[in-house]
C-alpha cells in the first residue's frame, strides 16, 4: 500500500495540475478571462488552456426572476371548438342535418337531434371521441376526460369534465415548460432554473439576464404561427375573421382554414433583406409542410397569402410565383431584435396556450454581493476550524490531510467549471459540508493505524492496515451519500440540485484526495524520512 510508481505519481500530480487549471478561471475577472481566451491560438483547442469560469446562480449574481400561470380558459376554448369540429364531422359524415346548428357552452357544446334513427347512429361516434382507444381514462383514476348526456327530446350535450380539464391543463404546463426551456437557451443564458408551481403556474430564474423586458417577450408570446390566405369578396361569412395587423395599422379579412402551421417549420433565422436591407426572418418547412405550402402557392399564383403571429397579420405578401422550395421569408418592418425574438419564438415553437404574467422580479448583482460575501465568511471559518483541528489532533500527518483538502476544494470548482454547473448559495454550503467529510476520511484512516499501532504492530504494518481497512468503511459511507445526493439531484430543484450538485462532486473528490493523494504523500514521506515511529 506503501508503495507508489512513478507514473502513478506522475498522474496523480497531473490530476491535481489539472484541476488547479481549471479552477483558477473562476478567480479571475471578465477581462482576465477573456485574454486568456484570446490568446489561444485559432488552431489549438479551446480546451487546453481552461478559460471557463464556475457560473453563478441567481442568488449569487442576479438576473431575472418570473413566475406565469396558464390561461386555463383558452385551454378550454381550445378544447370546446376541436370537439365542435368534431361533432361538425360526424354530422357530415352520418348526412344528419340540423335545424338549430351546433351551440357552444362554456365547456362543451350542445346538439338537438330529434330523429331517434339519427340519433342512434351518431352516439356511437360521439362516444368515441370521450373515449379514444388506449385513452379512456384519465391517469388511471377512472374519471372521463368528457362526458355525453342525451336528453328525452333529443338534445345531445358533449361537456369536458374537470379532470379532463386538470389533465389538459398538466399536459399544457409540460409543453409549455419545453417550449420556454428552448427559448431561454436561445438567449445564450447558462443554467435558467423553468419548473412547475403548483397546479397551472411556472417559475422562471434566469441568472445573470438584467432585462426582464425582453424575458416578458420571449416568454409571453405564444408563437402561433399560420399561414392562411386573405378572403376574397366571394368567400362566406363563417369562412372569415378580420384580424388586425401587427404594425398597428388597420385589419384584414382572413380565411379560417389554415394552409400550413408552426409546427411544421423546422428553421427560422433572422437576416436582411437584399435588396431594402430590412430584417426580415428566413424559414424552412420539414417534408409535409414544404409539400402543403408549394400546392398552396402553385395553385393560388396571384393571391394575398397572409403570415399570422398569434391572430396578428404580420405581413400578408401577393404570391408572384409558386414556391416550391420548402423556405420563404417574412418582412413586417421588424427592427434588428424583434427579427432576433421571432426567429427564436418561432424555432423554439408555439405555447400550447397563453401565459400570463403574475410576479417578476429582478434581483440586483447587490444582493448576490452580500450572498458571496456571508458564503465566503461561512466557508473560510469553516475551512480554518477543520484545518486547525486536524492539523492539531495529527501534526505531520495532519498537515498532509490539510494539503489533501486544499486540492479536494480544487478539484469541485474545476468540475464545476468543466461541466458549466451553476455555484448557488446551498451549493456553496454543499461545498462546506463536504470539506468536513472529506477530513472525516482521512480521521477513519489516522485512527485506524494508531489502533494498529497500540496493538503492537510494526509501523509499516500500522500504516498499510490502516488505509487497507478503513478504505471499505470510506467507500460505504461516501455510496451512501452519493446514493442520497443524486436523489436529491432527481427529486429536487433550484437550490436543492444545487446544493446536490456540489456534493455529488464533493463525494467523488473525497475519494480521491483522502485516500489517493493522502497515501501517496505517507507513501513519500515515509521513503524519504525513514521514520521509525509514527508522528502522531
Known amino acids: 500500500m506503501l508503495r507508489f510508481s512513478r507514473l502513478k505519481t506522475a498522474s496523480v500530480l497531473l490530476l491535481a495540475l489539472g484541476s488547479f487549471l481549471f479552477a483558477l478561471p473562476s478567480v479571475l475577472s471578465p477581462a482576465q478571462r477573456d485574454g486568456i481566451a484570446g490568446a489561444i491560438p485559432s488552431w489549438l483547442p479551446k480546451w487546453i488552456v481552461p478559460h471557463q469560469a464556475i457560473t453563478l446562480g441567481l442568488d449569487l449574481q442576479g438576473g431575472s426572476h418570473v413566475l406565469l400561470e396558464v390561461e386555463t380558459p383558452a385551454i378550454i376554448r381550445t378544447q370546446v371548438n376541436a370537439m365542435r369540429d368534431d361533432v361538425r364531422r360526424i354530422l357530415r359524415e352520418e ?14 357544446v350542445t346538439v338537438r337531434v330529434g330523429d331517434p334513427a339519427e340519433r342512434a347512429r351518431i352516439l356511437p361516434k360521439l362516444r368515441e371521441i370521450i373515449a ?61 432554473n423553468i419548473q412547475r408551481q403548483g397546479i397551472d403556474r411556472i417559475l422562471v430564474q434566469v441568472p445573470g439576464l438584467q432585462d426582464p423586458r425582453r424575458l416578458k417577450e420571449i416568454l409571453g408570446t405564444t408563437a402561433q404561427l399560420e399561414f392562411r390566405f386573405v378572403a376574397e369578396a366571394s368567400a362566406a361569412p363563417g369562412d372569415v375573421e378580420v384580424l388586425p395587423n401587427a404594425d398597428g395599422g388597420g385589419s384584414l379579412p382572413i380565411e379560417r382554414r389554415v394552409i400550413v402551421q408552426g409546427e411544421d417549420l423546422i428553421d427560422a433565422q433572422p437576416a436582411f433583406d437584399g435588396r431594402s436591407g430590412e430584417p426580415i426572418v428566413n424559414f424552412r418547412f420539414n417534408v ?9 402557392t402553385t395553385e393560388n399564383v396571384g393571391r394575398l397569402f397572409a403570415i399570422v403571429l398569434d391572430k396578428k397579420v404580420v405581413s400578408a405578401p401577393r ?3 409558386a414556391i416550391t422550395g420548402g423556405s420563404g421569408q417574412i418582412s413586417g418592418r421588424f427592427t434588428v431584435e424583434q427579427a432576433n425574438n421571432l426567429a427564436i419564438l418561432l424555432r423554439a415553437g408555439a405555447l400550447p396556450a397563453p401565459l400570463t404574467i403574475v410576479e417578476e422580479r429582478t434581483v440586483g448583482p447587490g444582493l448576490g454581493q452580500d450572498s458571496i460575501e456571508a458564503g465566503k465568511i461561512a466557508t473560510y471559518v469553516g475551512t480554518a476550524l477543520v484545518v486547525g483541528f486536524i492539523f492539531a489532533t495529527y501534526g505531520l500527518f495532519g498537515l498532509f490531510a490539510n494539503i489533501a483538502l486544499v486540492i479536494h476544494v480544487v478539484m469541485i470548482f474545476a468540475l464545476m467549471a468543466l461541466v458549466g454547473s451553476t455555484l448557488t448559495l446551498p451549493g456553496i454550503a454543499g461545498i462546506v459540508l463536504t470539506i468536513g467529510t472529506a477530513v472525516d476520511s482521512n480521521v477513519l484512516i489516522y485512527e485506524r493505524i494508531r489502533e494498529e499501532a497500540r496493538a503492537g504492530r510494526s509501523m509499516t504494518a500500522s500504516l498499510e492496515a490502516g488505509f ?47 485516500v489517493t493523494m493522502t497515501r501517496m504523500m505517507i507513501a513519500l514521506w515515509y521513503r524519504t524520512a525513514r521514520p521509525t515511529r ?3
Request: glycine content about 12%; cysteine-free; proline content about 4%.
Open 319 to 321: 404570391i408572384q410565383t
Open 132 to 192: 379514444p382507444a388506449g385513452a379512456a381514462m384519465m391517469g388511471g383514476t377512472g374519471a372521463a376526460a368528457m362526458e355525453l348526456t342525451e336528453s328525452p327530446d333529443g338534445l345531445l350535450t358533449l361537456a369536458l369534465t374537470e379532470a379532463g380539464i386538470n389533465e389538459r391543463v398538466r399536459k399544457a404546463i409540460d409543453q409549455a415548460i419545453e417550449v420556454l426551456r428552448r427559448r431561454v437557451d436561445a438567449l445564450g443564458t447558462t443554467e435558467p
Open 95 to 108: 348526412r344528419v342535418s340540423l335545424a338549430g346548428g351546433i351551440g357552444v357552452q362554456a365547456r362543451g
Open 288 to 296: 409535409r409542410g414544404a409539400q402543403r405550402f408549394g400546392q398552396a
Open 534 to 536: 509514527i508522528p502522531f
Open 468 to 514: 487497507t481497512r478503513a478504505f471499505a468503511t470510506i467507500i460505504d459511507s461516501n455510496v451512501t451519500m452519493f446514493i442520497a445526493a443524486v436523489i436529491l439531484f432527481m427529486l429536487g430543484s433550484g437550490p436543492v440540485r444545487g446544493f446536490a450538485v456540489t456534493m455529488i462532486f464533493g463525494i467523488i473528490t473525497t475519494v480521491v484526495t483522502a
